[in-house]
Every structure is written in structure tokens, then in C-alpha cells.
């Protein structure tokens, strides 16, 4: 950890597809090298937040801060070397697989890891008040959900029944579905396509798939094309 921050070897995730890499300290922005999409690494010209702008924003002219309401050409955002980014890694993540005994640089670094975020539709079998905002972690074995309103929670890749990302093709508007042994989630996506979101999990449901758990499948009507969905799904809505 001495020496130029150029020489530094820091973990990040892609911002679009969640995997993780290994990049040059000094670099400001990270190419995926799993789907090619670039993240840049800026800090608010207000409150001074450190932000990572995703490839759905790349050619947005203007970026703004959620959180503070910030707004300015994409430009004109103050540039951050990865090695001084406060929150590389989701800090609340970091603090919950360093507590099941995970290494956060093993983790995050993982290239095969991905991720998908959405808006929660409909929960089912999760504890406790579940809306807002919903974050899947697909790592190594397992699938970590965050909800806004809870706490964290783990399911093993051996409980999954169903993974199934669908939507409207033409709109920036993704379903993805994930049924487990007790519970389910359905979230809605608004910054990627359906076949984005299909190809960002792509690798995740091959390895469900080799577990035999869940096949892919063409499509379920005109509006709705469903990429993939489990028999144990189907032969519960026959
Ligand atoms: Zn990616
Ligand atoms: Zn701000």
C-alpha cells in the first residue's frame, strides 16, 4: 500500500453489471471488463459526496446528485482517483461480509460476481416492511438482497427456484424475478434493457442452470418476454 497511488491495486465494481476487477489506483474511471461498461468516478460540486456514474449515464450531457439535488454538465464534475473514493465497495456490504468472515478484496475483486437494482413491486416471504429500493448481489454461491427498509439477508444459490428477467423491449423498463425456497422478489429496473439485464446475469443463471434449478425459456407473450424461468415455476402456474 505505499509508494504513487499509481502503483496501488484497488477492487472496484462495474456499476452496470456489478462484476468485480482490479484497476490502477490512480484511474478515474474502470472499464468492465465483463460488459465493457464504464463507470466514472466524481465528487459532488456541493455537498462534496463521492459518486460513481454508471455507463447508463454516459451519454447524458448532465449528471445530478440525487441526494442534494446538484446538477452540472458531465464535464465539469471534479474528477476522483479510485484509491481516494470513499465508498468503492457498498459500505453497509463491506460491514456485512466482513462480519460473516468474507474478505471485502475477495469479494468485490470477484470478476464473476454481478448485480442488478431495482424499484421492489411485489415481496414475498421477506421479513419485516420490504419497498423502496432493492439491490441483488450475485457472488460466489450465494445471492445477498439488500432492501432499503431492512437489514441484509443471504440465499444460498442451492435454495434459487427461479431467476427471469422480462419487460417491455422498446422501454428502459426490466423485470427481474427471483424466487427462492420461502420467499420472492420482483423488481423493476429503469436504467437497462431487458436484454441488458438478460446479458449482465447471464453467467449467473448458467451456473443455476448447471445446478439444474433453472432453464431459460423464449418468450411469454407479445409485451413481456421472459428470458428465463425455472420448471419448478412453471409447473406451479400450470
Ligand atoms: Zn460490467
Ligand atoms: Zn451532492
Redesign the pocket.
Known sequence: MSGQSGDLVVVACCEACGAGGHYPGDATETVCPACGGVTSYRQ?G??W?HLAFGPHLRNSRRWR?P??G?EAASRRWRELKLSEFRALTPPSLTAFYKKAGLHPFDVFGNPGRRHCHGTIVEARGVLGRASGRCRLYFEDGFITVCIETGIPFTIPFSAVAALQVGGREAWIHTLVYLRWQTGSLLLLNENFRPPQVASFLEPVVNLLESQGDVTPINSRDDTVSAHFISPRLRALAD
Do not use: N
Open positions: 459532488c456541493h455537498c459526496d446528485h441526494s442534494c446538484y
